[in-house]
C-alpha cells in the first residue's frame, strides 16, 4: 500500500493479505512458518499461503459485489509480487474470477521454482512426494500458459522483473515469457502480454531507486487494460 498506491488509476483498490502473514499470521509468529518450512515448504507453506490465497479470490469479489464496492460488469485487475504473484497466476490459470489485466512483480511461477529459490537459500534439498509433486503441476505457470491466454479477449499480463532479483531465477521468468509469447501472437493480441526487466529494482522492492519506474509500467498497464 505504501510503496505501489497506484493513486493515478482510477479503480477501488483492495490489498488483501497472504494466509500466514501479516494479520493473519498464526499465534507462534515467525517461529511457526520456520517450524512449517522445515516440516514441508511445500505443502506447510506454499500451499497454505500461495494455493489458498488463490483459492480466496471468488470469495473476496463476492464480499466487494456484497459490500457495494464493485458491479456485476466491471472489470478486475491483480497485482501479485512473489508469492502473490504465483498466486495471481494460479488465478489466471483456473480462472474461477474473470481477470482482465494482471501485473506480475518478480512472481514465483510455481511450487517448483518457489522450492529452488528455497533450496539455493537454504542449502537444503527438498523431499518431493505425490501430493506435492500434484501440487506442482496444478500450479506451473510455464505449463499453464495455454490457460492463462485464453479468453476472449485474454487478460493483458504486465510481467515485470527486476535485475537485481537475487531470489527468483531469471530462467524461470523467461520460461514464462517464452511460453506465453507465442500463445499471445496466436491470439493477434501479442501487446496484451509484455516481459519487461526494470535496472537496479531488488526482489523486495523497498527502498529501491526504481520504486518510480515500477509504479508507473504498473499504473500505466492498468489504465491501458482496465
Not at 504486465?158 to 530462467?171: F, K, M, N, V
Request: charged share 25%; aromatic share 6%; proline share 6%.
Amino acid at each position: 500500500m505504501e510503496v505501489l498506491p497506484l493513486d493515478d488509476v482510477p479503480a477501488i483498490k483492495v490489498y488483501l493479505g497472504l494466509p500466514l502473514f501479516g494479520k493473519r499470521a498464526p499465534s507462534g509468529g515467525m517461529e511457526d512458518l520456520v517450524r512449517r518450512q522445515k516440516q514441508d515448504v511445500g505443502l506447510k507453506v506454499f500451499e497454505p499461503v500461495v494455493a489458498v490465497a488463490a483459492n480466496e479470490l471468488p470469495r473476496v469479489v463476492r464480499e466487494l459485489k456484497q459490500q457495494g464496492c464493485m458491479k456485476r460488469n466491471d472489470k478486475i485487475g491483480l497485482f501479485g509480487f512473489s508469492a502473490g504473484g504465483a498466486s495471481a497466476l494460479i488465478a489466471l490459470a483456473e480462472r474461477s474470477v474473470g481477470v482482465r489485466a494482471a501485473v506480475l512483480l518478480n512472481p514465483s511461477t510455481g511450487l517448483t521454482a518457489s522450492v529452488e529459490a528455497f533450496e539455493r537459500a537454504t542449502k537444503q534439498s527438498y523431499t518431493w512426494t505425490p501430493k506435492s509433486r500434484a501440487l506442482a503441476a496444478r500450479t506451473d505457470a510455464v505449463q499453464r500458459a495455454a490457460d492463462i491466454a485464453k479468453g476472449t479477449p485474454p487478460p493483458a499480463v504486465l510481467l515485470l522483473e527486476g535485475t537485481q532479483d537475487d531470489l527468483i531465477a531469471h530462467a524461470s521468468l523467461t520460461a514464462l515469457a517464452d511460453a506465453l509469447t507465442p500463445r499471445y501472437e496466436q491470439a493477434h493480441e501479442r501487446v496484451r502480454f509484455l516481459h519487461l526487466a526494470i535496472p537496479g529494482l531488488s526482489h523486495n522492492v523497498t527502498g529501491s531507486h526504481s520504486e518510480d519506474e515500477l509504479g508507473r509500467q504498473a499504473s500505466v498497464w492498468f489504465n491501458r487494460y482496465l
